[in-house]
């Protein structure tokens, strides 16, 4: 559980402090970097919320973070006892100084911890305090268990992550939504979950780049062919763009916003499976189908890699993750609406809900699935694959990401072929029914 900082912590927060206060902070002008071990003894040293969970004097830490953004400290003490730090840079580490970006995003992660904390504690990292002045997250250690990813690689699917996962996205759909909190409540808590900063990262990186020519894009030479296809064809083009404005326009509940199988740290022991969710960094009011649609794609990725190494058992265990997922989060959302119904909303619109995020979600799924072949952050699932069977599984992944936006271009909206043809057809129903009154 996230505890409190304590009255001795020098700059130290913990994310269960009050909304509004965090975010009143004023940032350090110089942070703190944490970089080598000594940095790290000195810093958890001076901050009791972490020394009293780690031993400062013998504490070593390690630098892990193979992501795209921050650093990540992985400390353990001579007893064994560890902390993970992160703390974010001000830029993009992936691409380097060039890319400024601001570390407030740390502050928007330390709020999705504390929502999940809430709901779902078990489903993901938790959060021991946020130090705003230094960007740093305190995260519990997940070193024993791995990055979802890498088990998918070798072959393992983790199916209880994939149930797991539809919980998360339901219970967090749930509690942040109107569904729990009435309207007005929702709107206020939506104002306190801005992320503008990194939505542009996604709006971008997602939906604008991989169909234009941007210097962030690069495929193998044998795709090329594929992608300018892809660039020319207009109805895709006008799919992207419809789940562009879904995801900018239908800020449904908080979502992780980057809910890939490397946001996810899986783990077995003699209690069973664990599943848990990191990096919220991207968190924001968004359709709940995009956090669908993330994992969707990243399961794709794992299946194609599987299919075009002949491995044909694994690619169809990967296959099913989807239906799991989905699955896990209807009957959440179900048993959620049921045990707290909300009031004046009925049955049949759940249903109705339900289907649009699924349709969203599929949407979503083939915007991800392009991105990750064409644009900038890449995947290991696809681009660690020798040269032929980067070919195979990057045409079968375009291909299948087109169609799956085509599927729900087709399922979400029926376009009239001019505008203006809806409302000639609602005009001429009431003309109709009116003429037979
Ligand atoms: C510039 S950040 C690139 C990507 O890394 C993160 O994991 C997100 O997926 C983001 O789009
Ligand atoms: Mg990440």
């Not at 992985?74 to 691409?95: E, F, I, N």
């Not at 780049?209 to 090329?224: F, M, Q, R, Y």
């Not at 119904?341 to 649009?356: D, M, V």
């Not at 979400?412 to 043809?421: F, Y």
């Amino acid at each position: 559980m996230c505890s409190w900082a304590g009255p001795g912590a020098v700059k130290g927060l913990s994310c269960r402090v009050a909304r509004g206060i965090v975010a009143a902070l004023a940032s350090a002008e110089h942070p703190m970097l944490l970089v080598s071990s000594d940095d790290v003894r000195e810093y958890v040293g001076s901050r009791p919320y972490l020394s009293e969970r780690i031993d400062a004097a013998t504490l070593v830490a390690e630098e892990i973070g193979d992501g795209n953004l921050n650093l990540v400290l992985v400390c353990r003490d001579a007893q064994g006892r560890g902390v993970c730090l992160k703390q974010s840079l001000p830029y993009v580490r992936l691409v380097g100084d060039s890319w400024p970006l601001t570390q407030q995003r740390t502050a928007a992660e330390a709020r999705w911890y504390e929502a999940v904390s809430e709901v779902a504690p078990n489903l993901a990292a938790l959060c021991y305090g946020f130090d705003q002045d230094n960007h740093v997250i305190a995260l519990e250690d997940l070193s024993e268990s791995s990055v979802w990813r890498k088990e998918l690689l070798a072959g393992d699917p983790c199916s209880e992550a994939a149930a797991a996962m539809g919980v998360l996205v339901a219970r967090m759909s749930f509690s942040t939504s109107w569904m729990a909190l009435g309207i007005s409540k929702a709107r206020r808590r939506a104002a306190t979950h801005l992320n503008v900063e990194l939505c542009e990262i996604t709006e971008d990186l997602v939906f604008t780049e991989p169909l234009i020519d941007h210097p962030h894009n690069s495929v193998g030479p044998g795709l090329t062919d594929a992608v300018a296809r892809l660039r020319n064809d207009g109805d895709l083009r006008c799919g992207v763009d419809m789940l562009r404005a879904r995801f900018v326009e239908h800020g449904e509940a908080l979502i992780h916003g980057d809910l890939h199988t490397g946001s996810v740290m899986v783990g077995r022991s003699a209690a069973g499976a664990t599943a848990k969710a990191i990096d919220g960094e991207f968190c924001c009011y968004g359709p709940v189908g995009f956090d669908l649609g993330t994992l969707f794609a990243n399961y794709l990725f794992a299946e194609v890699r599987a299919a075009v190494l002949g491995l044909a058992a694994a690619s169809r265990d990967v296959g099913e993750l989807s239906r799991i997922t989905w699955d896990s989060f209807v009957a959440e959302m179900r048993s959620l609406w049921e045990t707290s119904p909300p009031r004046g909303w009925s049955q049949p619109f759940l249903e109705q809900w339900l289907e649009a995020v699924g349709a969203d979600s599929v949407g979503f799924a083939g915007c991800e699935a392009l991105r990750r072949i064409i644009g900038l952050a890449k995947v290991a699932d696809i681009e660690s694959l020798p040269a032929d069977a980067y070919d195979l599984a990057g045409r079968a992944t375009l291909d299948i990401a087109a169609t799956w936006i085509g599927l729900f271009l087709s399922h979400s909206v029926s376009r009239p072929a001019r505008a203006g043809q809806v409302v000639e057809s609602a005009r001429n129903i009431a003309a109709e029914r009116l003429d037979s009154t």
